[in-house]
C-alpha cells in the first residue's frame, strides 16, 4: 500500500511536457498546408522589413551586426526573433483559416 502511493504521487508530479516549437510548427504546416507556410513566411518578411527600417533610421546595431551591412544586421536580428515568429504562427494560422473567404464550388448550368 505504501508503495502504491508512492507512485501515486510520482506519477502526480510528472508535468506533461509540450513538443518543442519546430515539432508543433510541423504539425501546423501538416493540418493547415501552404495557408501555415504564408502565415510565416509573412511574418518573417515584416520582421525583415521592420529590421531594415528600424536600423536606417538609426538604431545603433552593436556586437557582430554592426560591421555587417543593414540587410545582414537586420537578417541577424531576425533570426533572433525566430521562437517568438513561430509562436506568433502557431496562434495565428487558425485565426487566418477561420476569417479566410473559401472559395465556394462552382455551378453549372
Do not use: D
Not at 8 to 37: C, D, F, H, N, W
Amino acid at each position: 500500500m505504501v508503495g502504491e502511493n508512492r507512485s501515486m504521487s510520482e506519477s502526480a508530479q510528472v508535468p506533461s511536457t509540450r513538443p518543442p516549437l519546430k515539432e508543433r510548427l510541423q504539425t501546423l504546416i501538416v493540418e493547415y498546408g501552404r495557408l501555415a507556410l504564408v502565415v510565416y513566411l509573412a511574418i518573417f518578411a515584416l520582421v525583415l522589413l521592420g529590421f531594415v527600417l528600424a536600423i536606417r533610421m538609426g538604431i545603433e546595431v552593436q556586437g557582430a551586426g554592426a560591421t555587417a551591412g543593414t540587410w545582414a544586421a537586420a537578417y541577424v536580428a531576425t533570426k533572433l526573433t525566430q521562437p517568438l515568429r513561430i509562436m506568433a504562427t502557431l496562434a495565428l494560422t487558425p485565426l487566418v483559416m477561420r476569417l479566410w473567404p473559401r472559395k465556394k464550388p462552382r455551378r453549372e448550368g
